[in-house]
């Protein structure tokens, strides 16, 4: 505020006709790139608030496929962990194919049926819109967990912060749902999976 009075005394009460120049003018030619990754930023920090501050949904949950469910027409992807996509096929010890994505989708429907309703507490809104959040039963049991823990989902550790890691450290134990397969982790999406079948080929070549 000082340098700003000074300035305007030596100029007698004038600033000096550059630094009255419309800001849009300048914005508008040095930084328009600074402009719309300040406009992204601030659009990524409402979604973030937005699902910060809002209330639980709670309500009966349709599954979208392993890790993705819906409730009351929002979509909600568990946080922490990483489930295969239903179109997915993983290979067993023994070489034989499973559908493990599908079988990850099947198994939490049947454990979202067994105490409803289901509530989920919000942690923030995804690049896509989606919010993400962990989700429990009607007894209380965390959704999230239990998929890690029964081998339905891996532990997504740079997300989850490592909560889920013994959980993940009990069914790889066990050779628990995707660690069925005989390369001990989950079937990875190939790049450009269309026209292309699913499958965990190539798995080994990444070990």
Avoid at 9 to 16: E, V
Avoid at 100 to 123: E, H, I, M, N
Avoid at 160 to 178: C, F, L, N
Wanted: charged share 25%; with cysteine.
């Amino acid at each position: 505020m000082i340098g700003f009075v000074t300035a305007a005394t030596a100029f007698h009460g004038r600033l000096p006709a550059f630094q009255r120049r419309p800001k849009s003018d300048w914005n508008a030619a040095r930084c328009p790139v600074t402009k719309r990754k300040v406009n992204f930023f601030l659009v990524l920090l409402v979604m973030a608030n937005s699902a910060q501050g809002a209330e639980p949904i709670v309500g009966q949950a349709s599954v979208i496929d392993g890790d993705t469910i819906e409730i009351a027409g929002e979509r909600i992807q568990f946080s922490g962990v990483d489930a295969p996509e239903g179109w997915q096929v993983c290979s067993d010890e023994k070489g034989s194919d499973f559908r493990c994505g599908k079988d990850a989708a099947s198994a939490l429907d049947a454990f979202l049926a067994a105490s409803r309703p289901t509530r989920c507490d919000l942690v923030k809104r995804d690049r896509y819109g989606r919010f993400v959040g962990t989700c429990f039963r009607a007894d209380g049991k965390d959704v999230n967990r239990w998929l890690v823990e029964t081998g339905n989902a891996i532990d997504r550790e740079e997300h989850s912060k490592g909560v889920y890691a013994e959980a993940q450290a009990t069914a790889r134990s066990a050779g628990a749902g995707i660690w069925r397969s005989q390369f001990g982790r989950s079937c990875p999406a190939p790049a450009g999976r269309v026209n292309r079948k699913p499958t965990c080929e190539g798995s080994k070549r990444n070990q």
